[in-house]
């Protein structure tokens, strides 16, 4: 059920190691561009990804934010070279053109049009007509694909003298857009309830109408949905909170972004924060619902992040990547964006209930009998030629039971309350036993304390 990565069977471009390092050229100040370049060509994209860190730091070092800006250097190459090394180990046979450049000392790295000045470059041109499509893992539980298409382009920007404590990545032709099924979801919603469209009808018609409309055997939207809303811990919190998380789920918009920045925040775990900068949206459609979409999570930022960061750690670091500091609060975590942005190395179904229709629900991190994480991986399996969903379509006729879906929520609700009551009890019996044994160890001191008496 688990689908290992093979190892490369060749590097990108179907050429062999060898070959991939002939083409490329040393990035020493010879072989520049005659435009104040220096350049890298080459194949591979986990080399380029190397050479891109490597002339980052040292171009940073240059400047006049210097040494102290290093560890915001190497959280945001850590965050490319984690993007493309996934890309890389899934799609091996994918033919990519990778160049890697580095602006010499006073030269002018500006784009056409101005903006900021470009210091390092990584751009990879892709040998398919088709976009590169990642399928997030549903237990990441964020609404959203990752596309890539035509060429993909990392730059790190010139720091400027009022934000020497940032540092900022360009972003070209990596889009995160919107699921369909949670844009037709939205669509049919406000056709429907018209002017009474709100966080409350609007749950409503979901548990109405989610089991006809939008089935868990085909339904990307509708298993990340489930995956958070069937957990213990937000049953507890009531059907309010379950309403108002579905009506952010519900509002998510596509994510492309243009600028990634990177700055020190105590706050966050590791000590560096991250925000994104959006492109403009392209229609007065985009603009209004990404609007609602950052009220709604401006408010899970100021009254439920620290839940939110228990049940779907993902989902609020790109909610906080995206309006954290408007509401007073740090950034993402960069480390967490990192994880959701790589290819994983192993994936399947569940076993049972509506877990065995999603090809992603095995995507987690190895844990031991504690609990605690052994091993991490990536969350995005990449495929080639626009497919949105990775889970096979499931034929209702053939499994003897038109009503499977809700029945298979119903399983997992009933599993998910057995397990945790097997986890009450257990918990219930150590403290029981824990307790007979300071009653019964306070009393063979007292017995041994009263007999040592004259």
């Given at each position: 059920?688990c ?15 060898s070959?991939?390092?002939k083409?490329?050229?040393?990035l ?10 220096s ?22 070092q ?27 180990s ?12 580095v ?20 751009e ?24 890539v298409?035509?060429t ?7 720091p ?16 995160m857009?919107?699921?369909?099924d949670c844009?037709?979801a ?14 409350t009808?609007?749950y409503e018609?979901?548990?109405a ?59 966050i ?17 985009e ?16 009254d ?6 228990k ?16 509401v ?17 190395r192993?994936?399947?179904?569940g ?13 987690t ?6 609990g605690r ?6 969350r ?24 499977m ?6 399983a ?13 009890l257990?918990?219930?019996?150590f ?8 009653l ?7 017995w ?7």
């Open positions: 059920r689908l290992p990565i093979q190892p490369p069977r060749r590097l990108f471009g179907g050429g062999s190691s070959s991939s390092r083409r490329a050229k040393s020493d100040g010879r072989g520049g561009l005659g435009s104040g370049w350049s890298w060509h080459g194949n591979d994209l986990s080399e380029a990804a190397k050479a891109f860190r490597k002339h980052c730091v040292v171009a940073v240059a400047t006049e934010a210097g040494d102290a800006a290093l560890p915001l250097v190497e959280a945001a190459c850590e965050l490319v070279e984690s993007f493309v090394v996934g890309l890389h899934q799609l091996d046979s994918l033919r990519v053109d990778v160049e890697v450049r602006l010499q000392a006073g030269a002018d790295g500006r784009r056409a049009g101005g903006g900021p000045q470009e210091l390092v470059s990584l990879a041109r892709l040998g398919t007509q088709s976009p590169l499509v990642g399928e997030i893992a549903t237990r990441s539980r964020v609404a959203v694909n990752v596309q298409t035509g993909l382009r990392f730059a790190l920007l010139q400027t003298a009022e934000s020497r404590d940032r540092v900022a990545m360009r972003v070209d032709g990596l889009d857009p919107t699921l369909p844009v037709c939205r669509t049919q919603m406000r056709e429907e309830l018209g002017q009474g469209f709100n966080a009808t609007a018609w979901w548990e109408n989610r089991h006809t409309r939008f089935p868990l055997q085909t339904s990307k939207f509708h298993r990340v949905v489930e995956s958070l809303l069937e957990q213990t811990g937000m049953k507890m919190l009531g059907s309010q909170v379950s309403a108002d998380s579905f009506w952010g789920y519900l509002h998510t918009t596509d994510l492309n972004v243009e600028v990634l920045n990177f700055h020190f925040d105590k706050k775990p590791g000590g560096i924060a991250m925000t994104a900068q959006l492109r403009p949206p392209k229609t007065p459609a603009a209004a619902d990404r609007d609602q979409v950052k009220r709604i999570t401006k408010k899970l930022l100021t439920k992040r620290s839940s939110a960061n049940l779907a750690p993902s989902g609020i670091n790109v909610g906080a990547m995206i309006a954290g500091p408007e007073g609060q740090p950034g993402a975590d960069p480390r967490v964006i990192a994880k959701l942005l790589s290819g994983a192993k994936w399947g179904p076993k049972d209930s509506w877990h065995r229709f999603d090809e992603t629900w095995l995507c991190d190895e844990k031991d009998m504690l994480v052994t091993k991490q991986q990536g995005i399996i990449w495929r080639e030629g626009g497919r949105n969903d990775a889970s096979p379509q499931w034929d209702a006729a053939s499994s003897g039971d038109g009503d879906d809700s029945l298979s929520v119903d997992a609700a009933k599993r998910s309350n057995a397990t945790d009551g097997w986890i009450c257990l918990i219930l019996v403290l029981v036993l824990g307790s007979a044994y300071m019964q160890l306070r009393s063979n001191n007292h041994s304390t009263g007999r040592s008496l004259p």
